[in-house]
């Protein structure tokens, strides 16, 4: 997840030499893990008029080397389904895509998300949604970076951890089998035979109580 | 019979929904996506080995596996093979993939050291075998090319993704893997230098840009004395999977001073090793066409020319201070264009790669090559008769005498206007020489204390000396000034070079309705505050030697 940070100072200030702005960019990111492990990540960031200049001289209409740069600082993950949305007038972008393979299940048979940094300023909001806070200097530039953690509200026992390098790591529990459509079925099914059951014994007392009156 | 049949549909339903729940015959499919580097370059095989190196952004492959069938996976293990180079090895287990889930797992292989004997390219197989639910397995396969061990190959970006000259000279970045400064046989010419051509030297223990000059220069003049001369290796363009890349064939440092020849890679390669070795931070400019080394010294750029050892056969050569000057003249035009955004001036800085985990390649001793320094080393003695690996028509050797003579000299100064004589002095917060002709004004704006002194040079050029007090954070201080210049009509934008034994070292451009004006900056903390000097121009190239002698005196 570090790596998505700096992809994303790589992506502004790659070529700003001398762009340089006293004013902090401000970047937005947000995860949502869903109940397979995989990412679905959206980007926010704005710029001041010298910044967006820059930027646009950078990247000019191949608004695809974001993706690539993506794909070259992520490469834990494998990432697909690429969106851009420009805002012009207030200079700003959104770019949204899905990071396959986000979380997976350890020995533990725990879910396990991997923040891959070391001691990261975490504040939990909720039960499953935490928010990273990080400030960085890129080449000149301070950037206020906001990220927000959300996994699967279906998860529980959610826990932050360290791997065995010390990297800070979140674990859940969660079994995607007994959620989502596969819990529906699992309910309709016991509810049919439950009803069908109970429609019999019910039938059969009532052909009892008949049988009692008629002695 | 009808209040029993009802029912029993109810019961009969569910179980057939249960059924589909629990799915007894469901199975597991397993899906596998490779993406793999179209090459590996053995003299980087450490950067492909580690995950952290370069953002891990040099894996061998990639593999997503995606369970596509109805029932979870259990017990998944990927495991890879380089046959002929590397067995069966387990890449990672998983004790469950559930149905839908995906899994991406990257893979860096170590390689065994002797992949560096590699001399030619051949085309190689990789497989990958994933192994689930205790019997079942999949494998997959893919191809791909190992090179020489001399081949690099540019950019590993395809060529309908390339929109740059960087994207073309994307694996630069790996060139460090090509700086070997504990070869061995580098480290043994490097002694070589150190005692029979400069009789001791502690460039890296006084830490002084003279020093660092003079080492670069002398390390020049032993080139000049065993006569290396300039020569072309192998460079073609070739398709490798879905890359186009011109492919050089590269001679390693040692080769370079065994063969006593080089082309400017190879010699920018060998000057960086040789550095290294001696505890100087090396570098590497590459612009368009070429390459150059030099070194970085309290966050001072210095360069030389190293190809201007050229040979006969090329119409001369460049004596050890002329390639030093060459050099600052070709480090002046690259500061310019990279200053103008020009991407095509590259600076590769070995020791700041090497942490990102760009490091040398493993080469073992190699006694012919000891005895091949010890011959060329002959030339350092001043009494000895320079070595001659030419016919004999051909040796210029007697020339090479004056020319170190000269190297020694002149490295005391280290460029333009560095002498102490004709120099004042400014003591205040901050101390430092300039040139005495100039003209110094203290406190030349009533109502900006923090400006201490302005000393011109002429209209186009001058120092400013900053005491900015109420801060310790040189970043602040330059803000400030920046708000100052901004509120006189003067826009100004900065870079922060970076920052060496307290001082913090920047570079920027003003501009104002007068034109424009380039500076470079130092600030230190001091007593209260922020000093430090801005030396600017508006022909800052003009100046930039005159200007790091200034810098070189900042205390």
């Given at each position: ?17 001398f ?5 902090p ?57 690429f ?16 990071a ?70 979140f ?45 | ?5 009802l ?6 339903a ?79 287990t ?32 990789g497989?990958v ?44 970045q ?18 070589q ?56 064939s590269i ?57 201007g ?18 050099g ?16 095509r ?7 700041a ?16 090559l ?79 204390p ?83 000097i ?22």
């Amino acid at each position: 997840m570090k790596k998505l940070f700096l992809a994303v100072m790589l992506t502004c200030f790659s070529s700003l030499l001398f762009a340089q702005e006293i004013k902090p960019i401000k970047q937005n990111l947000t995860f949502n893990i869903d109940n397979l492990g995989d990412g679905h990540i959206e980007l926010a960031i704005s710029f001041t008029a010298a910044q967006w200049d820059n930027f646009k001289r950078v990247m000019g209409n191949n608004t695809d080397l974001l993706k690539r740069q993506m794909e070259r600082t992520l490469p834990s993950y494998y990432l697909q389904n690429f969106a851009y949305k420009e805002d012009a007038m207030n200079r700003s972008y959104v770019l949204s895509f899905d990071a396959l393979g986000m979380a997976k299940v350890n020995d533990d048979g725990l879910w396990q998300l991997d923040l891959d940094m070391k001691k990261p300023d975490i504040t939990k909001l909720s039960d499953n949604v935490y928010t990273l806070t990080s400030n960085y200097n890129a080449q000149g530039a301070l950037i206020q970076q906001v990220a927000k953690v959300v996994m699967p509200a279906a998860g529980s026992d959610f826990k932050q951890g360290e791997d065995s390098f010390g990297k800070a790591i979140f674990t859940y529990s969660l079994s995607p089998d007994t959620h989502g459509t596969r819990l529906l079925l699992l309910v309709l099914g016991v509810l049919l035979v439950a009803a069908g059951l109970a429609w019999h014994f019910v039938s059969a007392r009532k052909l009892v109580s008949k049988n009692t009156q008629l002695v | 019979m009808k209040k029993v049949l009802l029912p029993g549909i109810l019961v009969l339903a569910g179980l057939v929904v249960l059924l589909i729940y629990f799915n007894p015959f469901a199975t597991g499919n397993v899906d596998v996506k490779i993406q793999n580097a179209n090459y590996i370059m053995p003299a980087a095989y450490k950067v492909y080995a580690n995950p952290d190196a370069l953002n891990g952004e040099y894996y061998f492959f990639k593999a997503l596996i995606t369970n596509n069938g109805d029932a979870p996976l259990k017990n998944l293990k990927v495991s890879y093979q380089v046959p002929n180079y590397l067995d069966w090895t387990e890449l990672e287990t998983v004790p469950i993939i559930y149905p839908g889930e995906h899994l991406v797992v990257r893979c860096y292989p170590h390689f065994k050291d002797d992949i560096v004997n590699k001399m030619t390219q051949s085309q190689e197989k990789g497989e990958v075998k994933i192994e689930y639910n205790g019997s079942q397995e999949k494998t997959k396969s893919f191809g791909f090319n190992i090179m020489g061990r001399n081949q690099f190959v540019y950019t590993d970006i395809p060529p309908d993704e390339a929109t740059s000259y960087p994207d073309m000279m994307h694996n630069t970045q790996l060139l460090p893997s090509l700086v070997t400064p504990e070869d061995p046989v580098v480290k043994y010419y490097t002694q070589q230098v150190q005692e029979k051509l400069m009789h001791g030297e502690a460039a890296s223990v006084s830490n002084k840009n003279e020093d660092a000059v003079k080492f670069l220069e002398e390390l020049y003049a032993g080139t000049y004395l065993s006569h290396m001369v300039y020569s072309g290796t192998e460079g073609i363009p070739q398709k490798l999977g879905d890359v186009n890349s011109l492919v050089q064939s590269i001679r390693l440092p040692r080769e370079v001073i065994t063969g006593n020849t080089g082309l400017c890679i190879e010699l920018s390669l060998f000057y960086c090793s040789v550095l290294k070795a001696a505890g100087l931070h090396p570098i590497i400019f590459l612009i368009p066409g070429h390459a150059y080394p030099g070194v970085l010294v309290n966050g001072q750029y210095y360069a030389i020319e190293a190809t201007g050892v050229n040979g006969e056969g090329l119409g001369g050569r460049y004596r050890p201070d002329d390639a030093l000057k060459v050099g600052m003249k070709n480090l002046q035009t690259f500061v310019q264009a990279a200053q103008q955004g020009d991407s095509r001036y590259m600076i590769i800085d070995v020791n700041a790669l090497e942490g990102k985990g760009v490091v040398p390649m493993e080469l073992r001793d190699d006694d012919f090559l000891r005895k091949k320094v010890d011959e060329i080393a002959v030339a350092f003695n001043p009494g000895a008769a320079p070595v001659d690996n030419r016919p004999a028509a051909d040796n210029v050797g007697p020339r090479a005498q004056p020319a170190v003579t000269r190297a020694r000299r002149s490295s005391g100064g280290g460029g333009e206007g560095r002498g102490t004589s004709g120099m004042a002095s400014y003591a205040g917060a901050i101390t430092f020489n300039y040139p005495a002709g100039w003209q110094r004004f203290n406190h030349p704006i009533a109502g900006v204390p923090a400006l201490a002194a302005l000393i011109q040079a002429n209209q186009f050029s001058s120092i400013s000396v900053y005491n900015i007090s109420g801060t310790s954070s040189p970043e602040q201080a330059v803000q400030y000034i920046q708000q100052l210049l901004a509120q006189n009509g003067q826009s100004m934008q900065y870079q922060r070079l970076g920052d060496k034994n307290g001082y913090f070292f920047y570079q920027g451009v003003t501009n104002s309705s007068g034109g424009q004006f380039q500076w470079q900056a130092v600030f230190r903390q001091a007593t209260g505050g922020i000093s430090g000097i801005a030396c600017g121009s508006s022909n800052y190239g003009a100046m930039a030697n005159i200007y790091s002698s200034i810098f070189s005196t900042v205390r």
